[in-house]
């Protein structure tokens, strides 16, 4: 008992610390006139006025929009791909799970580029193609548009939603689909009403993760949507920090705003998945893994996904590698294949102190992920399980800090370690505090939406065996909700990679990383550079990828044995 | 009772050696006899290194960096992000008595605004005889080592060279319907160019006659807007950086650049933190930068170097410099003159 509560009272001292640091020195400063660099002056409510602002309220509008839209085509896109990759006898399983990851690897900037040169009304390869088929000159598709924001949002962040959904989907009984089935169900009932419903919890901490992720993001809007003067509240929280004076205030208020509604949701969620019983899918029971016989939607689906692979994932990637061997961004042709190059991927080679950031990269994502993870199946179970008084505020509070924006996170965190003298400040220490406060929050879902599908029985009768919390907790509850927590460590590590936002202020010479590089050859306009290295990571990352999958089938799905 | 004796006494020793160290460095920064380089150098050589914050682009500032380290063989420790990061960086680490920094390298805006804030310190250097005036503002609290200067950039295959513009007026031209293009924040140079197109009202106005006749694609980034004129998504864009231009048109891409007058030229350098822990490194930096062989390492990186020898033939083009203290003062009027212009033509 005593093991138990040092593990709990550790793990949730350490996530409110995390989480409590953005968020007092959030509502710290937005009660309080900015003097420059983040100091505080008088008392005051005048950042709030800004809320008196219409326009503020239409940036807010405009940003829900988004979120939802782009929540829900993820959601659905993800859902999709995962169901097909978990559930059914389709063909091409196993590319099919690595290519549905390709999207989250590749940088947000390049993805948004890459759609450009695709969907654009003047440039847009899709438009031309098209247009030169139909012998007309009309726009097909538009990418500046809410409905371009959404779409290319939407694929960006839809394997947050696969990889949520596949575990759920890996954690169930199958008997349940094929009572329905040999019953007469029709199949498309079966999927909706029996695994959607038990995989509700997850589907619910998916779209959460995906609305509360969109709300937060700042590429997409700002490329697609100023050409379209369609501004989201975030640009309003960017501007106010990037101002001299800094106006620290004025943007902390703004993000109160988000704060709020990501709370809403949160407790929503915690709701849900309260009701535990009704999504249990692991019980004491044993079960074989088996995947539902398609017949002849078999083929159907594997062609659907094989175009989501051409399409989706095939078009920004080849537009990538093209753009690799060339000099400078340029729509294909005859006249650009003749002067094709190497010279971008010699120039990431040579870029100083890669080989560092590459080491440090990989130290700090896969020990945050790790950190992560571990916390979250300690906090995910305190949250499910326990009768602990306060769990679903603690649930609430160690996730809100996803909402904060990276630009401002980083400030609050820059400040406590010039305060606090731990040592930490300038080293590479401080930047995995920041990913670890920053991505709990998504470990935190993948963990609960797991957990709440493993019956109670199987820890209980464990706990009547004789075994203690710690055994019961390590050899029953963690294997258990393995699948969840592997995607969730995927996840995170892979999102570590990308993080630059709150990156940038916290690095120092010495330690810096992947994404500080990603950045640098955006901002100096070495595209050509940048999609070299894009494709690089992808290898390198679908390599990995490959390998995790080997590694999950191999530890097989959770039975109870 | 004990440690409190010991406490203040400790804070006096501790008060007396910080001023004697600034006293040490204000001399230093200000010192203009004719050893000055030498007792630089050798203090540099004494500290070993100098960390310098900047917002150049990584190669700019590794030939920049390489040539000092070679010249002196002290080590140059560079930190790089946006200039807007560099401000909140050094100046919250300032105000929470962290002293990393020694140099700060960045644009004008950013340099004058951390001088303002006093994070950094005067130098006077016999150097500074060689520069344009316009590098120097009179508190002599950074220096300008480069110029951005602000061109028009077009497509050449979708603009034809004798079909471009004259003047700001021919930009209201239904010929160019769709096709023009604006960086989301350049501030700084509308404030520059309004005043001089008959005053401030007339100067709004003709831009907002531009945006209604012929709409503006607003775009996030100099480089990116400078690529998508490249890749021919704008054919013709209103504020690029002339170096970024430069950079394109020697690689191939299909873009050349001319200047609707008055042209823009803003001024970027250098400055020494006030409180830097290398003090002489850091002032032999600022220097070196400013000296004929660094500003000759930035020309070869398509700059315009603000030296008036290294720069002279590049002085000659008609540029109006962006009062950046004026600037400064006004930024939020200026900034709610371009969102109400650009971003946001309806309301």
């Known amino acids: ?561 | 009772m004990l440690t409190a004796c010991i406490r203040r006494a400790a804070a006096f020793v501790i008060g007396m050696l910080a001023m004697a160290t600034a006293a040490g460095q204000t001399s230093l920064a200000t010192y203009e006899g004719p050893d000055r380089l030498q007792r630089l150098v050798e203090g540099a050589k004494r500290e070993g290194e100098v960390v310098i914050y900047t917002s150049a682009p990584a190669e700019d500032m590794k030939a920049l960096t390489d040539a000092f380290e070679r010249r002196y063989g002290v080590r140059a420790k560079v930190w790089r992000a946006s200039s807007e990061k560099v401000l909140q960086r050094a100046l919250t680490e300032a105000r929470n008595g962290r002293f990393e920094v020694d140099v700060v390298e960045t644009n004008g805006p950013e340099l004058e605004a951390l001088a303002r804030e006093k994070v950094l310190q005067p130098v006077h250097s016999p150097l500074h005889v060689e520069l344009i005036a316009q590098a120097l503002p009179s508190h002599r609290g950074w220096v300008g080592a480069r110029l951005n200067v602000f061109v028009a950039a077009y497509n050449t295959n979708l603009v034809r060279r004798d079909e471009l513009p004259r003047d700001w007026k021919g930009l209201a031209d239904a010929r160019w319907k769709g096709r023009l293009g604006i960086e989301a924040s350049d501030i700084d140079w509308f404030a520059t160019v309004v005043p001089t197109l008959g005053g401030e009202e007339a100067g709004v106005a003709l831009f907002r006659d531009i945006v209604r006749t012929n709409g503006m694609s607003v775009r996030r980034g100099h480089t990116l807007l400078a690529q998508l004129v490249a890749a021919g998504e704008v054919p013709l864009a209103l504020t690029v950086y002339n170096n970024k231009a430069e950079q394109l048109k020697a690689q191939g891409a299909p873009l050349d650049w001319f200047v609707l007058e008055p042209g823009v030229a803003r001024a970027g350098g250098v400055g020494v933190a006030q409180r830097a822990r290398n003090p002489h490194a850091a002032l032999l930096f600022y220097e070196f930068e400013i000296s004929e062989e660094g500003q000759r390492v930035l020309l070869d990186r398509e700059y315009v170097p603000t030296h008036r020898r290294v720069g002279a033939r590049l002085h000659q083009a008609p540029f109006r410099f962006v009062d950046i203290r004026a600037v400064l003062d006004d930024y939020a009027k200026w900034e709610k003159l371009y969102d109400a212009t650009f971003l946001r033509p309806s309301r």
């Open chain 1, 1 to 561: 008992m005593t093991a138990q509560r040092l593990v709990m009272a550790g793990c949730i001292a350490l996530a409110l610390y995390l989480a409590l640091v953005p968020l007092v020195f959030l509502v710290h400063q937005s009660f309080h006139a900015t003097t420059t660099a983040g100091g505080t002056g008088a008392v005051t409510l005048d950042n709030y006025r800004a809320f008196a602002d219409p326009h503020a309220w239409r940036l807010f509008a405009n940003s829900i929009v988004f979120a939802a839209g782009s929540a829900l085509f993820a959601f659905v896109v993800g859902t999709t791909l995962a169901w097909i990759n978990e559930r059914s006898n389709a063909p091409f399983k196993r590319t099919l799970f690595a290519l549905s990851i390709v999207p989250l690897v590749i940088p947000g900037v390049l993805f948004v580029v890459a759609w450009i040169l695709l969907a654009s009304p003047k440039i847009g390869l899709v438009n031309l193609v098209l247009q030169r088929m139909l012998g007309t000159d009309v726009a097909f598709v538009d990418v500046y548009t809410m409905g371009g924001m959404i779409f290319v949002d939407g694929l960006h962040q839809s394997p947050i939603a696969f990889l949520l959904m596949s575990a759920a989907f890996r954690a169930m009984d199958p008997a349940l689909e094929e009572s329905a089935l040999t019953s007469g169900a029709r199949l498309p009932r079966v999927a909706w009403q029996i695994t959607m419903k038990l995989a509700w919890p997850a589907a619910c901490a998916a779209v959460l993760l995906l609305f509360v992720r969109a709300i937060e993001s700042f590429e997409v809007p700002a490329m697609l949507g100023t050409p379209a003067g369609l501004e989201v509240f975030t640009s309003a929280i960017y501007k106010a920090m990037h101002q001299y004076p800094g106006r620290t205030g004025l943007a902390s208020a703004y993000a109160i705003a988000l704060l709020l509604l990501a709370a809403i949701a949160l407790l929503l969620q915690f709701r849900v998945s309260r009701r535990t019983f009704a999504h249990v899918t692991v019980t004491g029971r044993g079960y074989r893994q088996r995947p539902i016989d398609l017949g002849r939607w078999r083929h159907a689906a594997g062609a659907l996904a094989i175009a989501y692979a051409l399409v989706i994932v095939g078009l920004p990637l080849l537009v990538l590698a093209w753009a690799s061997f060339q000099r400078f961004y340029s729509v294909p042709s005859m006249q650009a294949l003749a002067t094709a190059s190497l010279e971008p991927y010699r120039t990431v080679l040579a870029f100083p102190a890669l080989g560092q950031a590459v080491v440090n990269s990989l130290v700090l994502a896969a020990s945050c992920a790790t950190i992560v993870i571990v916390l979250a199946a300690v906090l995910a179970w305190i949250a499910v399980r326990s009768r602990l008084p306060g769990r679903a505020a603690l649930d609430t509070l160690v996730s809100l800090p996803m909402v904060v924006p990276g630009i401002v996170l980083g400030l609050a965190i820059m400040l406590v370690y010039l305060q606090i003298p731990l040592g930490l400040y300038g080293t590479l220490g401080i930047l995995l505090v920041a990913y670890v406060t920053r991505f709990l929050p998504y470990g935190m879902r993948y963990a609960t939406a797991s957990l709440v599908q493993v019956h109670r029985e199987l820890e209980e009768s464990a706990m009547l065996s004789g075994a203690s919390w710690a055994r019961t907790f390590r050899r029953i509850v963690l294997p258990l909700v393995a699948p969840g927590l592997l995607a969730g460590w995927i996840y995170v590590a892979i999102v570590s990679l990308r993080e630059l936002s709150t990156s940038i202020l916290l690095y120092s010479p010495g330690s810096e990383v992947l994404a500080i590089v990603v950045w640098e050859l955006w901002e100096n306009g070495q595209y050509t550079a940048l999609s070299a290295l894009g494709v690089m990571y992808i290898a390198a990352l679908l390599g990995l990828t490959l390998l995790a999958h080997r590694f999950s089938s191999a530890i097989s799905a959770p039975t109870a044995r």
